[in-house]
């Protein structure tokens, strides 16, 4: 079969071909368009950001700030969260290196707070921090407590129960979720009657100028900050050489001879969150995070519930006492966790949290076969982002939907270097799940008709400019044809 194009005059006619081609451009044409203007083609929804600073970090050199800060500022409403990204800057606002002051953590928490009620420090710090207490439990018991917390999926509830969390990679690791998925925060139904939604901020940094021993300070070796009680008065064991409970809020670690001791400044967690209005086309995800410390054992009758899971957060990474040679791929530390899911679902995104001499880590289904792997990008320089001897970014997994059924036991491995040894460190696996994919047979077309009741009026502006330029190829195609005479047959 073939179809026709017959010149007469300065007049033709596009044959059905052209127009196919055409109309296949404008459309291409118009996705391109609507991702520029801000417009997820997976789910319809305009893409919105904000950037907010955290309250006052006040350090000086060898000074821990690790602070709860609640109510902070942060979108409000029924909305999907797509990213949380962090670094600390100056009160100018320029990013602060590493190797000055180091991002041991931060973490966001959301929760319920009751209406009327200021919360102290002092119940955040009791409450909120990694050995904190299940505010959930003196709900049940028929009190009435001043907040609750809104924890993650699992699998370390009691422990790990935050929704973003990351430390010195936070500059060059995604915490992008997938379209057209969303994390749902804020939804008026599930908030309880004299409670409002609110969010919470812990940041931990160690300003490390002129310290005796920088790695030592970042991995909170108890020497350097001569401690032997915790932050509570409570004894710190022979055996803990170093870890959070030595690096708390207001501890000092210990400063050069001579070096000047009164430079504190003013420094700032700058956090930039985006995130879609909540609506039907938005899939929501669920957050679980993995501990290779979880102390969680396959049992009969072990159903992998957060219940059944101890998680300590952290380990120390003896060095490694032959065939070492400073080699890291011959000097490594190999921890592995079977852990049984409590879910079904699809895993979207995977990505891990190491400290300094980590050398990534995988999730592995029981039979062996790779799931995700996230590994380490270690900086090279001296400025923001490329500090040598730092992690400045771990790889972020996003696997096809990755199908897990309840109770399938995954594999996780944390793997660190061992040619000297570390304290402290951190081996966490950030997943995010699904309980339903996407429908694939809305085509792009239809997406786009969708989109356009969103695109804003830059969006539409840009819109016409395609659309004249698609005329301007009919006009040249035109032209370029001027001088054929009679009939071109084009065949399909």
């Given at each position: 079969?073939?179809?026709?194009?017959?010149?007469?005059?300065n007049?033709?006619v596009?044959?059905?071909?052209?127009m196919?081609?055409?109309?296949r451009?404008?459309?291409?044409?118009?996705?391109?368009l609507?991702v520029?203007?801000?417009?997820?083609?997976?789910?319809?929804?305009?893409?919105?950001s904000?950037?907010f600073?955290?309250?006052?970090?006040?350090l000086?050199?060898?000074?821990?700030?690790?602070?709860?800060?609640?109510?902070?500022?942060?979108?409000r409403g029924?909305?999907?969260?797509?990213?949380?990204?962090?670094?600390?800057?100056?009160?100018?606002?320029?990013?602060?290196?590493l190797?000055e002051?180091y991002?041991?953590h931060?973490?966001?928490?959301?929760?319920?707070?009751?209406?009327?009620?200021?919360?102290?420090?002092?119940?955040?710090?009791?409450?909120?921090?990694?050995?904190?207490?299940?505010?959930?439990?003196?709900?049940?018991s028929?009190?009435?407590?001043?907040?609750?917390?809104?924890?993650?999926?699992?699998?370390?509830?009691?422990?790990?129960?935050?929704?973003?969390?990351?430390g010195?990679?936070?500059?060059?690791?995604?915490?992008h979720?997938?379209?057209?998925?969303?994390?749902?925060?804020?939804n008026p139904e599930?908030?309880?009657?004299?409670?409002e939604?609110?969010?919470?901020?812990?940041?931990h940094?160690?300003?490390t100028?002129?310290?005796?021993?920088?790695?030592?300070?970042?991995?909170?070796?108890?020497?350097?900050?001569n401690?032997?009680?915790?932050?509570?008065?409570?004894?710190?064991?022979?055996?803990?050489?170093?870890?959070?409970?030595?690096?708390?809020?207001?501890?000092?670690?210990?400063?050069r001879?001579?070096?000047?001791n009164?430079?504190?400044?003013?420094?700032?967690?700058?956090?930039?969150?985006?995130?879609?209005?909540?609506?039907?086309?938005?899939?929501?995800?669920?957050?679980?995070?993995?501990?290779?410390t979880?102390?969680?054992?396959?049992?009969?009758?072990?159903?992998?519930?957060?219940?059944?899971?101890?998680?300590?957060?952290?380990?120390?990474?003896?060095?490694c006492?032959?065939?070492?040679?400073?080699?890291?791929?011959?000097?490594?530390?190999?921890?592995?966790?079977?852990?049984?899911?409590?879910?079904?679902?699809?895993?979207v995104?995977?990505v891990?949290h190491?400290h300094?001499?980590?050398?990534?880590?995988?999730?592995?289904?029981?039979?062996?076969?790779?799931?995700?792997?996230?590994?380490?990008?270690?900086?090279?320089?001296?400025?923001?982002?490329n500090e040598?001897?730092?992690?400045?970014?771990?790889?972020?997994?996003y696997?096809?939907?990755?199908?897990?059924?309840?109770?399938?036991?995954?594999?996780?491995?944390?793997?660190?270097s061992?040619?000297?040894?570390?304290?402290?460190?951190?081996?966490?696996?950030?997943?995010?799940?699904?309980?339903?994919?996407?429908?694939?047979?809305?085509?792009?077309?239809?997406?786009?008709?969708?989109n356009?009741?969103?695109?804003?009026?830059s969006?539409?502006?840009?819109v016409?400019?395609?659309?004249?330029?698609?005329?301007?190829?009919?006009?040249?195609?035109?032209?370029?044809?001027?001088?054929?005479?009679?009939?071109?047959?084009l065949?399909?």
């Amino acid at each position: 079969m073939s179809i026709s194009r017959k010149k007469a005059g300065n007049r033709f006619v596009i044959s059905e071909r052209m127009m196919g081609c055409l109309g296949r451009y404008l459309i291409f044409s118009l996705g391109l368009l609507l991702v520029a203007a801000g417009i997820s083609p997976g789910h319809g929804k305009k893409i919105k950001s904000a950037v907010f600073l955290s309250p006052k970090l006040v350090l000086s050199p060898g000074s821990v700030v690790n602070e709860y800060y609640h109510n902070i500022d942060f979108p409000r409403g029924h909305i999907g969260l797509k990213r949380f990204d962090a670094e600390v800057v100056d009160e100018a606002g320029n990013p602060v290196p590493l190797h000055e002051t180091y991002l041991h953590h931060w973490i966001i928490q959301p929760y319920y707070a009751r209406k009327g009620v200021e919360l102290s420090e002092q119940d955040l710090r009791k409450n909120l921090g990694f050995s904190g207490q299940d505010s959930h439990r003196n709900l049940e018991s028929g009190s009435e407590p001043d907040f609750i917390l809104v924890k993650n999926g699992g699998l370390c509830r009691n422990t790990l129960r935050h929704y973003f969390g990351l430390g010195s990679e936070t500059r060059k690791t995604s915490t992008h979720v997938p379209d057209p998925y969303g994390i749902e925060i804020g939804n008026p139904e599930e908030i309880p009657d004299g409670y409002e939604f609110r969010w919470l901020l812990n940041t931990h940094a160690i300003d490390t100028r002129g310290v005796e021993d920088r790695l030592g300070c970042t991995e909170c070796r108890c020497d350097l900050y001569n401690i032997t009680v915790d932050e509570y008065g409570r004894p710190i064991t022979s055996d803990y050489k170093g870890g959070l409970l030595c690096c708390y809020d207001k501890t000092q670690c210990r400063v050069r001879k001579g070096f000047d001791n009164g430079r504190t400044r003013t420094l700032y967690l700058k956090y930039t969150v985006t995130w879609v209005d909540w609506d039907s086309s938005v899939l929501p995800v669920t957050i679980y995070i993995l501990d290779i410390t979880d102390s969680w054992k396959k049992t009969k009758g072990s159903t992998g519930i957060n219940d059944e899971h101890n998680c300590h957060v952290e380990y120390d990474v003896k060095p490694c006492k032959s065939n070492c040679a400073g080699d890291d791929d011959v000097s490594l530390d190999v921890e592995r966790k079977s852990l049984a899911m409590p879910f079904n679902g699809y895993i979207v995104y995977g990505v891990c949290h190491q400290h300094a001499g980590g050398r990534g880590a995988a999730l592995y289904r029981e039979d062996g076969g790779l799931i995700c792997s996230s590994t380490p990008t270690y900086g090279k320089g001296v400025e923001p982002g490329n500090e040598a001897g730092y992690i400045v970014g771990m790889s972020t997994c996003y696997p096809e939907p990755v199908k897990v059924t309840k109770g399938e036991t995954l594999v996780f491995e944390s793997n660190y270097s061992s040619a000297i040894g570390h304290t402290g460190v951190m081996g966490l696996f950030y997943i995010m799940v699904a309980q339903q994919l996407p429908d694939h047979g809305n085509s792009f077309p239809a997406l786009i008709r969708g989109n356009l009741k969103t695109v804003n009026l830059s969006g539409l502006v840009a819109v016409a400019g395609v659309v004249a330029l698609v005329v301007i190829a009919a006009v040249v195609y035109r032209r370029q044809n001027r001088q054929q005479d009679g009939y071109e047959p084009l065949s399909t």
